[in-house]
């Protein structure tokens, strides 16, 4: 492997365990010591669901949960909503099942809603990431470890 390369993998394990350890939040009120860039961890009942990075963790959350949050803010929230009416492919080209179209349905809005709601009340962990290139591969390292089943690094 090469030495830049692994510089930035070994240090991937100790942010982690840091991540891990922390008190999660579970009440959606960030204390007003978490904030800064870095990389975040949704989980429910102990099971790790979705991982996200993001340059501003205050304004981030926000997004992830806050009611009238678009679709594009809340990707997580989308797919929760995906799950619960049994639409399990969105389009991102105009049609009945596009992300804009399904925002439409009040069925789905409704299972969208619902979703933003859930989220403020599951374990919310935070742990401060500034390098752009460890923050992404932090990222991947912890989805793949925790087996996050929200995550996929798919293109579109």
Sequence with gaps: MHEKFLTFTEALHPKFETLMQMDPVTDGILPSHIKGSGVYLFSENGRHLYVGRTRN??????????????????????????????ILKSDYKSG?????NLML???????????????????????NEPDPTRQ???EIYVSVVCGSPYNDFDTH
């Excluded at 205050?58 to 909503?81: D, E, I, V």
């Excluded at 009945?96 to 804009?100: C, D, G, K, V």
């Design 136 to 138: 992404c591969l932090l």
């Design 96 to 100: 009945p099942t596009s992300r804009a």
């Design 105 to 127: 349905d009040a069925e789905f809005l409704r299972a969208f809603n619902d979703a933003l709601i859930r989220m403020r009340a599951m374990e919310f962990r935070f742990v």
């Design 57 to 86: 963790v205050r304004s981030r959350y926000g997004q992830h949960t806050r009611h009238g949050t678009g679709h594009n803010n809340a990707p997580f929230a989308f797919k929760l909503a995906r799950e619960a009416t049994g």
